[in-house]
């Protein structure tokens, strides 16, 4: 059992999340044709909004809304067929969503049209890699940032996955990451790091992350870990993407023990229920509480 990062708060825009408390559930919306879970099908703007909100009523703390496909294989997308699916859900949540929304992008183009939606996270896969331009737009709008490790793009990073220490070669990367972030005048506060569990990585390497996650916790700041429905609990399992509700479990409540401040997952009622376990357990967690208190305004 180990224990969370001392400063677990999270300061995105006019929110504080705090981590430390209790462990925070980031709900998946996807609104692409071709993710691995669910694409297609919350193609529908009104579809995809009403989601959001059962999420948040189901104990979500923050909603991250993809418009581009980061599956193995998938190909990169403009800026603007992006915002051509992201920004009409923003349209219909905007105002109606009782927990903070976050954007799934590497585009500082499409990023900053979400901030200017009143989106308050930004999640960058890239780890602000692929646009020399998105710092600045975090830093600007006074963003969270979610900094996760991929090797590759989405396009190969399952090709050959190596590392020398996966999980000295991990933490590395998030250390570099987290330096270049604040030196582009990000907040330290602002910031959580995600291992990218699924993106770059074999099914050892996966499950050697699962399990040594405190080496990765030691940088400061609090860890957001993604194992939802991912094909290495497929391969462990021999179940399908549409049958992987115990493993995602088994791993959202390993992670969870392991220190991760945050799980982001897809089955929000089922894994919110998975957290407070854990965190009870743990001795760690607060009484449940509803979707309009679970966010202190800062």
Known sequence: MTPRTPAAQF????????????????GVLNVTPDSF???????DPGAAAEHALQMAA????????GGESTRPGAPPISAEEEWARIGPIL???????????????????????????GVAIV???SALRFDPALAAVVAE???????????????????????????VDVRAFLAERLAAATAAGIPFEAILLDPGVGFGKTVEHNLTLL?????????GRPLLVGPSRKSFIGAVLGTPVTDRLEGTAAA????????????????????????????????RGVPHVGAAERVRVG
């Open 91 to 117: 349209t219909r949540l905007g105002g109606r969503c009782p927990v903070p929304l976050s954007v799934d992008t590497t585009k500082a183009a499409v990023a900053a049209r979400a901030l200017e939606a």
């Open 11 to 26: 300061a995105c825009r006019r929110c504080v999340l705090a981590l430390e408390r209790r462990t925070h559930l980031v």
């Open 141 to 167: 709008a006074g963003a969270g940032l979610i900094l996760m490790h991929m090797q590759g793009t989405p396009r190969t990073m399952q090709e050959r996955p190596s590392y020398g220490d996966v999980v």
């Open 37 to 43: 879970s669910d694409g297609g099908a919350f193609l």
């Open 252 to 283: 959202v409540a390993l992670a969870i023990a392991g220190g991760a401040a945050a799980v982001r997952v897809h089955d929000v009622k089922a894994m919110a229920r998975v957290a407070r376990m854990c965190d009870a357990i743990l001795g």
């Open 58 to 65: 189901e104990g979500a703390d923050c909603i991250d809304i």
């Open 211 to 219: 399990r040594h996650l405190p080496e990765l916790g030691t940088l």
């Open 123 to 125: 999640n960058d896969i």
